[in-house]
C-alpha cells in the first residue's frame, strides 16, 4: 500500500504493509527513534507523536491511517519557538531524570499549548494524563509546562500556535 503525508515538514511517499503500526514504521522505516516504545499497549504515552497538531499514541494507529495527514514527532520539534521554551523549561525545573518518557511529554505539551496558551494546573494535568513517568514525580513536569507557558505569553513575536 502506499501512503503520502508529511512528517517533520517532509512530504513523503511510502510503500508500507497495511498492517504495520505507525511507531514501527516511524521507527523501523524512517528511523525517527524518538518515538519510543514503551508499553504496546497505549498506556504510557512514549509513543507519542502529532497528526495533524493532534496528540495520538503511535501504537494505536496503523502507519496506513496517516494517510494525507501532517505529523510531527520530536525530531521535528527543533526549530519550533513553543518546544524549545519547553524543552529549557524541562530542564531547568528538573522535569526530566532518565529521559524516556520526555519526547511525548514535550509533544502532548506543545499540543496544549497550541490550544491554550495560559493552562490551569488542572489543565496541564489533564493533558499530560495519558503519558506516565517513573521517575520525576510529575509535579516538576506540570510545573516545568506551566513556566513554558508563563515565558511564552511574555513573547509576543512568538505565538504558541506557530511552528
Known amino acids: 500500500m502506499r501512503i503520502d503525508n508529511t512528517i517533520n515538514g517532509v512530504s513523503s511517499t511510502t510503500e508500507i504493509e497495511p498492517?504495520?503500526?505507525?511507531?514501527h514504521w516511524l521507527r523501523d522505516q524512517k528511523r525517527l527513534t524518538g518515538v519510543h516504545i514503551g508499553c504496546d499497549t497505549s498506556q504510557c504515552g512514549a509513543c507519542t507523536v502529532l497528526i495533524d497538531g493532534t496528540t495520538v499514541k503511535s501504537c494505536t494507529v496503523l502507519a496506513a491511517q496517516t494517510d494525507g495527514c501532517e505529523l510531527h514527532t520530536i525530531e521535528g520539534m527543533d526549530d519550533d519557538h513553543a518546544t524549545t521554551v519547553l524543552k529549557e523549561a524541562f530542564n531547568e525545573l528538573h522535569g526530566?531524570?532518565?529521559?524516556?518518557?520526555t519526547p511525548g511529554m514535550l509533544l502532548a505539551a506543545r499540543a496544549?499549548?497550541?490550544?491554550?496558551a495560559a493552562p490551569s494546573e488542572h489543565e496541564v494535568r489533564e493533558a499530560l494524563h495519558g503519558n506516565l513517568?517513573?521517575?520525576t514525580g510529575y509535579q516538576n513536569i506540570v510545573?516545568?509546562?506551566l513556566l513554558a507557558s508563563t515565558r511564552l505569553q511574555q513573547t509576543p513575536s512568538a505565538t504558541c500556535g506557530e511552528s
Do not use: M, S, T, Y
Open 19 to 23: 498492517r504495520r503500526l505507525l511507531v
Open 96 to 101: 526530566l531524570q532518565c529521559g524516556f518518557c
Open 112 to 116: 496544549l499549548l497550541a490550544h491554550q
Open 133 to 135: 513517568c517513573r521517575c
Open 143 to 145: 510545573d516545568a509546562v
